[in-house]
T-cell receptor, first 115, second 112 residues
């Protein structure tokens, strides 16, 4: 059962454009929603994350928008650059309660930013 | 400070062979995990550990064993490799209840 659905699978954006990647989740117990960025041959690295008590979080050119009622969240990359070309994973995690919180990952979006 | 290291970087096995993927961390993190990454499947949790001597199964544990005798090391053993275990394997660490995970560079495994 896939609990986090991510789209699109791949995305091509012109330099300077806006890249948008969407994720939807099913488990209302999730309370932490990170985005990871992965370059070829490397491990994923945390890019930005949000908790459900806010609707938006911005860090530089990267913004997460969160819609709790729709159970959806998205990553927006403003002024996309060729260096942003990577695979992006959304993820979701339940609250910590003294034990291990299993993170559920989306299937990934391969972003290519063309000059 | 190397963070999370994984060895080997690449490995080719024949069906039925066994091997151990190594993972080491120098961040003194309590939690360590193993994931496999397959095209179109995202990252799936194989096994995890919340401290030395404590391990548990994740989403896809069959065919893999783990142990954690020290805080620093968390090896993943393939008992009898199968072509279905062809994948990229990532080790990750986390400091207790903090959410951010730190991933190693991965091991690309091919089973023929």
């Amino acid at each position: 059962q896939q609990q986090v659905k991510q789209s699109p699978q791949s995305l091509i954006v012109q330099k300077g454009g806006i890249s948008i990647i969407n994720c939807a989740y099913e488990n209302t117990a999730f309370d932490y929603f990170p985005w990871y960025q992965q370059f070829p041959g490397k491990g994923p690295a945390l890019l930005i994350a949000i908790r459900p008590d806010v609707s938006e979080k911005k860090e530089g050119r990267f913004t997460i928008s969160f819609n709790k009622s729709a159970k959806q969240f998205s990553l927006h990359i403003m002024d996309s650059q060729p260096g942003d070309s990577a695979t992006y994973f959304c993820a979701a995690s339940p609250p910590g309660s003294g034990g291990y919180q299993k993170v559920t990952f989306g299937t990934g979006t391969k972003l290519q930013v063309i000059p | 400070n190397a963070g999370v290291t994984q060895t080997p970087k690449f490995q080719v096995l024949k069906t039925g062979q066994s091997m151990t993927l190594q993972c080491a961390q120098d961040m003194n993190h309590e939690y360590m995990s193993w994931y496999r990454q397959d095209p179109g499947m995202g990252l799936r949790l194989i096994h995890y550990s919340v401290g030395a001597g404590i391990t548990d199964q994740g989403e896809v544990p069959n065919g893999y064993n783990v142990s954690r005798s020290t805080t620093e090391d968390f090896p993943l053993r393939l008992l009898s490799a199968a072509p279905s275990q062809t994948s990229v394997y990532f080790c990750a660490t986390r400091q207790g209840q903090l959410y951010e995970q730190y991933f190693g560079p991965g091991t690309r495994l091919t089973v023929t």
